[in-house]
């Protein structure tokens, strides 16, 4: 391992003048300009990584002659690419449309676009979603007359994703079930394996590990790839999971495969690996240095995004994880502003805060509402902020959630294009097949599921035959055959390879869904119609890219416009421009990776919220819950927040949380606080009141005492303050305001609660 960092000398004597390497310093140059082996980046938040891959590619082409098709960089979201790319094609032209950049899913489309007919794909073959997969799950389940209160779907869909992140494909999965239970999970594996093949169709996981299939298994199709890419570059490394890992590896190739391996340059940061559920490994990138023995690493110690104060507050969170490197971060810009520390009453007066503390940012001039970005654990904790901001008339946008594209209306239309496009798609076929209502009910299609079965026939092949299936009424079959004319009718437009826009609007006419919900009273059918015509609009956004965002083998076509839609992430939908649009900007902590914002709030720090309540047993789970927050605190340049509330209603009942173990570890000298709380955190010790209540039983003999004034807390209803007092002994009660939950009448005896 070479450290170059350590070795200035060296990197002054490379140093040329190339402008690209202007705003870098030695070790980012010497990262930038590194020639052969294998090259890893490691270093902390905000020390220009992302920088450095960008340079990188760019000073490949201007200063060293590679060619943009030469080049594949893989980047975390489609956003990042996009503007990657815009870059490259400023500095070479249009010719920057032959050079992949793009996440690890779409990559792996285009791959697959050109090979999957090698396993038996066709090249239109659907992307299911999450949704599509649990679907199709359920489905198997069903045919295999699986319990489903026994086993739920989700539990099947989580293992079969581990098993793909894996790269163990059915066979191996049986080959090393150790219970029943996973040899139930290996059997279901293997028949929704079947169905999306026959279904022409994917799941995410599928896109990574078919590739990994194709370059394995056939000699020539890896060839071509390997001799096309001479240079790989991943940022985010550390949330490759083992099939990306493998994706890279069998890409980059080898010494003594004939063909020179490719220039491989990953970066990134252990303390931000955030996927372990996912399966991302640290592995990858800890052990990057025994995998590439010949690898050269470079340190990155210098900061450029955030204030010291935020730095400090940063690295102490993250050292108390134990199984690290330890690294030194440190910057120029100064101490800067201290935190803002802020324990709120409950979550409502947590939004109040922000929502006040932003107004006056603006007022005072220091910070715009476009600056500003909201961080939560959940997505459902966005919802007390956007009715505290909408009140406000304060302009936000919620990344993530609960998308547009998962929005029925939108999945039923993306479902009809997606059967124009691949009509074995058997998930959106059924999605479609009555909707709107025609008559074609739950019992018709059993039975041609089961003439399909019998016959082994596609379903779509079965629904060709509705007349020969002797259990169909004819009324059914004669709507089966209605909407198949319908279908191929539009499927006319598609081989004429008509806009993709044009094509939508034929189908929302032609299916019926237009005029279903035109015709309803309901008002939120009309927010459906927008919904519907909002897609529209995105493809003609799509028909109107410019030609340098294509790549070298895309069209604008129907499948390509699936193909965009199927792959948009979270992060995609963040506002763009320095100022975000003049919005401030709402995510998860998990879609805030990689960006960064003059001015963060990191909300909801509390045990059981974040650390999450699921993650408290486990330490490895806690640790990946710190480097979360390491990563939410290190999104900020020049002020920082950190909010909690004292409780908040999760499920219905209000729930007492301690402080956050995280915001603890926070030293108090770089946090202002402007309110510490009532039970401020002495209070920790007090255990998670989210169960439900105790049963009356005959062990608690005497009631509470109590005085009117004192606060106390419930099992259910959280905390509360005595109002009056009534009755003695076991008859005693007690009148008690439990904020959200109003005034309750308790008798005490047999009531869970306890003085604080
Ligand atoms: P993260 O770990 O969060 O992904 P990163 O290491 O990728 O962070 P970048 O996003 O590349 O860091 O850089 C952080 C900020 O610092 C950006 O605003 C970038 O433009 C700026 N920056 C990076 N390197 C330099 C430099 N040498 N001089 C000035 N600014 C820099
Ligand atoms: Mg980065």
């Known amino acids: 391992m070479n450290l170059v960092s350590r070795k200035p000398n060296r990197i002054l004597n490379m140093m040329s003048h190339s402008p690209l390497l202007d705003g870098l310093n030695p070790a980012q140059m010497a990262a930038v300009q590194h020639i052969g082996g294998p090259l890893l980046v490691v270093a902390g938040a905000g020390s220009g990584k992302t920088r450095v891959l960008t340079r990188r590619i760019a000073y490949l082409m201007a200063e060293r002659g590679v060619a943009p098709y030469q080049i594949l960089a893989i980047t975390f979201t489609n956003k990042a690419a996009g503007e990657m790319k815009e870059r490259v094609a400023e500095l070479v032209g249009p010719i920057a449309r032959s050079m ?74 049986a080959a090393k079930a150790q219970n029943q239970f996973e040899q139930v999970v290996a059997e279901v594996y293997a028949v929704y394996q079947r169905r999306l093949q026959s279904a022409n169709a994917m799941d995410f996981d599928d896109l990574i590990l078919k590739s990994v299939e194709v370059l394995q298994s056939f000699p020539e199709a890896k060839a071509r790839f390997r001799s096309r890419f001479r240079h790989v570059l991943v940022d985010e490394y550390q949330d490759t999971n083992h099939a990306q890992y493998i994706l890279v590896r069998e890409l980059v190739g080898s010494d003594n495969e004939g063909i020179a391996p490719a220039e491989l340059c990953v970066v990134g940061d252990a303390d931000q690996s955030i996927y372990g559920f996912r399966g991302a490994t640290i592995r990858n990138i800890l052990q990057f240095e025994m995998d590439y023995p010949n690898a050269t690493t470079i340190l990155l110690e210098q900061n450029y995004r955030s204030t010291q104060n935020i730095l400090d507050a940063a690295n102490a969170v993250i050292t108390k994880n134990e199984s690290r490197k330890e690294k ?55 919802r007390v902020f956007e009715e505290i901001f909408m009140r406000a008339a304060l302009p936000y946008k919620v990344v993530g959630g609960l998308r547009f594209y998962e929005r029925k209306e939108v999945k039923d239309l993306l479902a009809y294009l997606r059967v124009l496009a691949n009509p074995n798609d058997e998930v959106s ?33 079965g629904l060709h035959r509705s007349n020969e299936i002797p259990e169909m009424p004819a009324r059914a079959a004669g709507a089966v055959n209605l909407f198949l004319s319908m279908l191929s009718a539009l499927h006319v437009l598609v081989e004429a390879k008509i806009r993709p826009s044009v094509i939508i609007e034929a189908v929302l006419e032609q299916s019926g869904l237009m005029s279903e919900l035109s015709s309803s009273s309901d008002p939120q059918d009309e927010v459906r119609l927008e919904n519907l015509q909002e897609l529209v609009a995105v493809s003609m956004e799509y028909e109107s890219r410019p030609i340098e965002s294509l790549g070298e083998d895309e069209e604008i076509s129907l499948a390509g416009f699936l193909e965009q839609v199927s792959l948009v992430a979270d992060a995609d939908e963040i506002p763009e421009g320095e100022d975000h649009g003049g919005v401030v900007t709402l995510m998860t902590l998990h879609t805030a990776k990689g960006l960064e914002f003059p ?10 919220v974040f650390p999450h309540s699921r993650t408290l047993g486990e330490k490895s789970e806690i640790e990946e819950e710190r480097r979360l927050a390491y990563v939410g605190l290190t999104r900020a340049q020049a ?54 209540p105790a049963r009356p039983t005959g062990k608690k003999s005497t009631a509470i005492e109590l005085t009117v004034g004192e606060r106390v807390s419930h099992d259910t209803f959280g905390l509360g303050t005595v109002i009056s007092l009534a009755g003695e002994g076991d008859r005693a009660e007690a009148t008690i305001n439990f904020g959200p939950y109003g005034e309750k009448r308790l008798l005490l005896r047999y009531a869970p609660v306890e003085k604080l």
């Open 100 to 173: 992949w950049v793009s996440t690890f899913h779409s990559a792996c489309v285009r791959l697959l676009r050109q090979e999957a007919s090698r396993l038996g794909y066709g090249n239109s073959f659907s992307i299911y979603d999450q949704a599509d997969s649990l679907k199709l799950i359920s489905l198997v389940a069903k045919d295999l007359n699986l319990d489903v209160k026994r086993y739920p779907a989700r539990q099947f869909q989580s293992m079969i994703s581990s098993a793909k992140n894996e790269l163990l494909g059915p066979h191996d999965y």
């Open 429 to 461: 076929l059924r999605r479609i097949i009555n909707v709107p209502k025609r008559g074609i009910g739950d019992r018709a299609l059993d039975h041609v599921d089961a003439y399909a079965v019998r016959n082994n026939l596609t379903f779509w092949s």
């Open 328 to 382: 030194n971060l440190w910057t120029e810009a100064g101490s800067g502003a201290q935190l803002v520390g802020y324990v709120a009453e409950n979550e409502h007066d947590e939004a109040e805060f922000v929502k006040d503390e932003i107004r006056s940012l603006q007022r005072a001039g220091t910070s715009e509402p476009g600056d500003s970005a909201i961080f939560y654990r959940t997505n459902a904790q966005s």
């Open 599 to 608: 001015t963060v709030f990191l909300t909801g720090l509390e045990d059981g």
């Open 639 to 692: 002020r920082l927040y950190v909010t909690r509330a004292e409780y908040r209603s999760s499920w219905g009942s209000p729930t007492y949380n301690p402080a956050s173990r995280f915001l603890d570890e926070i030293p108090e000298t770089v946090i202002d606080w402007r309110n510490k709380g009532t039970a401020s955190s002495t209070f920790t010790k007090v255990r998670n009141f989210s169960a439900p």
